[in-house]
């Protein structure tokens, strides 16, 4: 499973992105809104920093508007998808811009039956919002099952179930083992997804006893002991 970050906050994805974990990076209105910064500038920035896709979101409501901004939002860096909402119009612009090989995200879906629509439209990732479902007490790991059990019946659809709103590192775990394509997960989760006291426990102990070794120094003596061997 791929792992992409979601969020527009170039100091998370730089962080994130140093570890070697970052497939790609999703961003939605919200997300941008919340950085107070150019919206354009942001996706270049972090396209440049992240070589994989980069979600970028239409606002427009009507198909001929979204097919506008997506065609434009695609000029702006190879890596960017167009992130469009699971609508009507969203999925006539899907489809548009797919058959322009243009890449797209179909966003907000909260139904399997949305999810095979959206693919049936060409789309590239399906974004089901797990997170938004368990609040209202709905199963979201459920919807992914259901998701990716669809799509293998049929070759013929070739989207990626892109698991979304996950909310805690149980998720993530549980997506990865129903075969979702695709994770986007917040900053928080993703160090959360590092940490467990047993680690830090070990960690601490490991070092407490290493104080005892007489030369603790394992740059200098390893240089030595490769230079008395040369
Ligand atoms: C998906 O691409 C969205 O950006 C995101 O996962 C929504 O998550 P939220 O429910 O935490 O806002």
Redesign the pocket.
């Known amino acids: 499973m791929k792992i992409f970050i979601?969020t527009a906050n170039l100091a998370e994805i730089r962080e994130a992105h140093s570890w070697g974990v970052i497939d790609g990076v999703?961003?939605?209105p919200?997300?941008i809104a919340k950085e107070g910064r150019d919206f354009i500038a942001t996706i270049h920035e972090i396209a440049e920093l992240v070589d994989g896709p980069v979600?970028a979101e239409v606002v427009a409501q009507d198909a001929p508007t979204m097919i506008k901004e997506g065609l434009l939002l695609a000029k702006v860096h190879r890596n960017v998808v167009v992130?469009i909402p699971l609508t009507y119009e969203g999925l006539k612009a899907c489809s548009a811009l797919s058959k322009e090989g243009i890449r797209t995200?179909v966003?907000l879906c909260f139904q399997a039956a949305q999810a095979l629509m959206a693919a049936k439209a060409g789309a590239t990732y399906i974004?089901p919002?797990i997170?938004?479902l368990d609040d209202l007490g709905v199963d979201g790991l459920q919807l992914i099952q259901s998701i990716v059990k669809i799509y293998a019946n049929d070759p013929a659809l070739k989207t990626n179930v892109?698991a979304?709103?996950?909310?805690d590192p149980l998720h993530v775990v549980q997506v990865a083992e129903a075969g979702a394509h695709v994770a986007?997960i917040?900053f928080k989760v993703l160090k959360q997804m590092v940490l467990h006291p047993m680690t830090d426990r070990g960690n601490e102990q490991f070092l407490k006893d290493w104080k005892t070794v007489p030369d603790q120094d394992i740059i200098g003596q390893t240089t030595r002991w490769l230079a008395s061997r040369a």
């Open positions: 979601d999703t961003t939605n919200s997300l979600s992130k995200n966003t974004s919002f997170g938004r892109l979304a709103s996950i909310r986007t917040p």
